[in-house]
């Protein structure tokens, strides 16, 4: 006989849909479901249903389960469920998932290495990891993810998840996750993901009268008839349609003799009403009645202690050996009260949370206090400070009445998450404490939440705290704690671009402060007023600042203030760029050794990617950026080495590299938009739009502009470098030079008054060239760009040496004017179409003013310009090749290449190129590789060859191909 049913009841359009959506799992189309509902309305049944289809269909599970008792340790849900596929298979080794191992050694032991930081800096950045995990394991069949009892999950597995459902549509992963239908972060989650329409919420209701009579003939294994009418009767009233209580309430009645089996069938033997008084909790007090006392205790405490415990925190509280424990708890797994908790060596969990909730309601409150009290003074006295069980013996004290001691120890605890980097976690266990705190006691809470609240990036929560914060009296925080908690928030503030409130909490800092002699103080608003100044409109707050930086800097070395000497040194590093790179690098030289010396690598990176971005425009060098990379990579960071790789990809795009840029963007664009890394997902597109810019490809440039300016790009100070060091090339390459001035002088205006970030938008380098050769400027002009220290940048240096040979040409010093050339060529190597149009520049005024071999330069563009299909700069070498007197090969197009039926059908070059390499049915993603064009740019391309050759689909072409192409290389 069986009291759990063996089949899922009802439920049918609910299995339907997740079934038609694991079909779609397997195509490679994701989605997220939420299921909610009452506890025991038969949540973890259906996704327990869906896990068993999918386990048919030979998709990997993995299957996790939050619970109270693991709210402060982030992302154990998650790594519950990847430890339940992941102890089968072992982790992948797909060299994808290299960059992102360190990131996911939070939630995978295997991958965890001695000098990888606890815990993950940015949660997107797990979450992006992760993301990619899922996206491997399920890439042959497609993969379940089923997330249980999402209602107790922490903060930081929400922001997971929130992130995994936003973005699973073009993954092979279905995401299944229940949760109670209440009130909280999940239950607001899953309403926000339904309204974006990329999650699928279903409410589970109670089962109807005729489902509870097929549950119970199920249950007791009989037909539908074979079910005592008085029994479905009470199932129905009594259970509510809740399965679990149906369930419940069936076995009471066979456990007490009041149902009883004959032979196939059952009869009514008692009074069924009396087993169940009060819902379940009397039927449980009976239930647990009849066990030993005990284990009857055992289970009590258990109770108490949340739905999953394990032995060691039983064997802390009790006093018991292991060996009585386990006996006993074998005796509560026969008597269906606990299970086994598999992603837990020692673990055990009540087989629903109603059980023990039940149990812990049907004490008297005099016991539940006493009992709670004592396990909580066990927990105490017995753990380790940092153990995270400290938190369950907060909840025990509240339990037991006790909430100032409570209130205590959730803030210790809470302060302890935040020490270990565990921000979610340190703001929900100090809100704990908040709710329940009282007097001196709630203002020190404060004081701690509101800092825990800054580094977890909920500034107005943390404003409005502050303002909660008495500020006279006994109980008022000291004057220097306020101060300090100004400071955090104005710095914040800045981080988090909101400028206003950074200013007003400096404000409010500095009036506290006032000219008291504070050192540790003064020097931490020191740097927050550094930045402040930085900002348009601050620019009262510039004078003086450097020389209080550089003291705030000294100080925090001599006073063992690492993080906050590395924050200063990197503000003297910006202030000295106005004066020179290489007193900026020593300041960042100075802040890498700090970060190093007290093991920050965090600042180490940060300190690696101001010094790479410096060697790339200085030298052309990127061996320093690279080794950023490698930091972000062993930080487990994907936010700052895409940060890297954007840089590099901008790097890759000026050393004529379009293969790597682009495959960086391929890789990091989407991600980033994913991430909302907004300023790096800018930056990444305003590459791609450079990338078309310095080929010549203005279409394709302005399509990549327009996403720019679709992303807030022409709101970010990246406008002047999309003007000046895209546009403007773009424009010179297509031969249209007044254009390209009049994107310049934008450039310039936009710069005007607003604080002068990057430096290769032309001021100090391209402008200046085209200002001399229309006469607009002389050798003074020239001569206080070239003082400026923008104009050592390797790339502006180019156009100023070229300028230097013009001037040096019409001052009649023809041999300086082909020495300077001879410079010019030479950055080639480094900077190949910045140099050659340099070059081309430089040979039109030779010819013009009769001076050095512009013949000889000339041909070295062209030759250059005819291999990027820069066809207007390339069209324009040769017009003044002819016009020198040289004479000049005709140059083959590619057309002659294409075969008449195409050629009369008005297909053009690039059209054929993408259609020569349809031969062996590559996707788009790899034809855009090879051509070094977007993917976008690809499906335009074969939309215009199916509308040109007539032909009906993708097919078509790739037959046409074959013939055509075949045929040709046959020829």
Not at 482 to 488: A, G, N, S, V, Y
Not at 493 to 507: D, H, N, P, W, Y
Not at 867 to 885: D, K, Q, T
Request: contains cysteine.
């Amino acid at each position: 006989m069986l009291t759990r049913s063996p089949v899922t009841v009802g439920r049918t359009e609910e299995r339907v849909l997740l079934e038609r959506l694991l079909a779609d799992c397997q195509k490679g189309r994701g989605h997220a479901v939420f299921v909610s509902g009452e506890a025991g309305i038969g949540k973890s049944r259906l996704a327990g249903e869906c896990a068993r289809h999918a386990a048919g269909l030979g998709l990997p599970l993995l299957r996790g389960r939050s619970s109270p008792s693991t709210a402060a340790s982030p992302f154990r849900p998650l790594a519950e469920a990847l430890s339940s596929h992941l102890r089968r298979t072992g982790p992948p080794e797909a060299a994808e998932l290299l960059p992102y191992r360190a990131s996911l050694s939070q939630v995978v032991p295997e991958w965890r290495t001695g000098d990888v930081p606890g815990r993950p800096e940015c949660v997107t950045d797990l979450a992006e990891a992760l993301l990619r995990l899922l996206a491997v394991i399920g890439r042959e069949t497609g993969c379940l993810l089923v997330l249980e009892d999402m209602h107790d999950a922490d903060t930081e597995t929400l922001a997971v998840v929130e992130y995994l459902v936003d973005n699973l549509a073009d993954l092979p992963v279905l995401l299944v996750a229940t949760l109670r239908a209440e009130a909280g972060a999940a239950f607001d989650l899953m309403q926000g993901a339904e309204q974006r329409r990329v999650a699928t919420a279903l409410a589970l209701g109670p089962l109807g009268a005729p489902e509870v009579h097929d549950m119970a003939a199920a249950c007791l294994g009989v037909p539908v008839g074979g079910v005592p009418a008085g029994v479905v009767d009470r199932l129905a009233e009594v259970g509510g349609g809740n399965p679990y209580l149906v369930e419940e309430l069936l076995a009471d009645m066979v456990g007490n003799g009041a149902l009883r089996q004959e032979g196939s069938g059952w009869r009514v033997a008692g009074d069924l009403a009396a087993t169940v008084p009060s819902g379940v909790v009397r039927a449980y007090a009976a239930r647990t009645a009849r066990l030993a006392p005990a284990t009857r205790d055992l289970v009590v405490l258990a109770a108490l202690l949340g739905p999953r415990f394990t032995v060691d925190t039983l064997r802390l509280v009790t006093g018991r050996d292991e060996g009585r424990l386990f006996a006993e708890l074998r005796e509560l797994v026969h008597a269906e009260l606990v299970v086994s908790d598999g992603a837990v060596p020692d673990g055990y969990a009540f087989r629903h949370s109603l059980i023990g909730e039940a149990l812990a309601a049907g004490l008297p409150s005099a016991e539940r206090a006493a009992v709670a009290r004592r396990a909580a003074a066990a927990l105490r006295g017995t753990v380790p400070e940092a153990d995270e069980r400290r938190h369950l013996a907060a909840r025990l004290l509240e339990v037991a009445g006790d909430g100032a001691a409570a209130a205590l120890l959730y803030a210790e605890a809470g302060r302890q998450a935040l020490a270990a980097g565990a921000s979610g976690a340190a703001v929900r266990l100090l809100e704990q404490g908040h709710r329940l705190a009282a007097g001196p006691d709630r203002v020190a809470v404060t004081e701690s939440l509101v800092h825990a609240l800054a580094e977890a990036g909920r500034l107005d929560r943390a404003l409005e705290l502050l303002d909660t914060l008495p500020t006279t009296g006994a109980a008022a925080p000291s004057t220097d704690s306020r101060i300090e908690l100004h400071t955090r928030l104005a710095w914040t503030a800045l981080m988090a671009g909101r400028s206003s409130e950074g200013v007003g909490q400096f404000a409010a800092a500095q009036e506290l402060l006032g000219d008291r002699h504070a050192p540790a103080l003064t020097a931490a608003l020191a740097v927050v007023r550094g930045h402040l100044a930085l900002l348009p409109g601050q620019q009262e707050l510039l004078p003086g600042t450097e020389q209080r930086a550089l003291w705030a800097a000294e100080f925090a070395q001599h006073a063992d203030l690492p993080e906050l000497a590395c924050k200063a040194w990197q503000l003297l590093a910006l202030l000295a760029r106005e004066r020179g790179f290489d007193e900026a690098d020593a300041c960042l030289a100075r802040m890498l050794a700090v970060a190093e010396a007290h093991a920050l690598p965090h600042w180490r990176f940060e300190a690696l990617i101001r010094l790479g971005a410096n060697s790339f425009m200085r030298k052309g060098d990127a061996r320093t950026l690279e080794e950023a990379l490698a930091a972000a990579h062993e930080l487990g960071s994907p936010g700052r080495a895409h940060r890297t790789e954007a840089l590099l990809a901008m790097y890759a795009v000026l050393t004529g590299d379009p293969r790597r840029a682009q495959d960086i963007i391929d890789r990091c664009l989407d991600a980033t938009g994913r991430m909302r890394a907004l300023g790096t997902h800018q930056y990444l597109l305003l590459t791609a739009a450079t990338l078309a810019g310095h080929r010549g490809q203005a279409r394709a440039m302005e399509e990549r502009s327009l996403a720019f300016d679709r992303a807030g790009g022409g709101r970010s100070f990246l406008v002047p470098v999309m003007l000046g060091l895209n546009r403007a090339v773009c424009a010179l390459l297509q031969e249209n030079r007044p254009l390209a001035e009049a994107e310049l002088a934008a450039a310039a205006e936009w710069e005007r008054g607003r604080p002068n970030v990057f430096y290769l938008a032309g001021r100090y380098g391209l402008r200046p060239l085209l200002d001399v050769l229309a006469g607009r400027a002389g050798r003074p002009a020239y001569a206080d760009v070239s003082a400026m220290p923008a104009a050592d940048l390797a790339w502006n240096r180019q156009f100023l040496v070229a300028a230097d040979a013009v001037l040096l040409g019409r001052e009649g010093r023809p041999e300086d004017a082909a020495r300077a050339v001879a410079e010019l060529r030479r950055y080639r190597k480094v900077f190949p179409t910045g140099a050659h149009l340099a070059l081309r520049l430089v040979a039109e005024a030779a010819l013009a003013d009769g001076w050095g071999d512009p013949v000889a330069w000339l041909r070295t563009a062209e030759e250059y310009f005819h291999g990027l299909e820069a066809s207007a700069v390339a069209g324009a070498c040769r017009a003044l090749l002819r016009r020198g007197g040289a004479t000049v090969a005709q140059r083959r197009s590619g057309r002659d290449r294409i075969p008449d039926v195409l050629l009369s059908s008005g297909v053009t070059t690039r059209e054929y190129e993408v259609f020569a390499l349809m031969v062996n049915r590559p996707p788009n993603r790899e034809i855009a590789h090879r051509l070094v064009i977007s993917p976008r740019t690809v499906e335009k391309h074969l939309a215009s060859l199916l509308r040109k050759t007539g032909l009906p689909d993708r097919a078509a072409l790739h037959r046409l191909a074959a013939d055509l192409v075949a045929g040709e290389a046959d020829g």
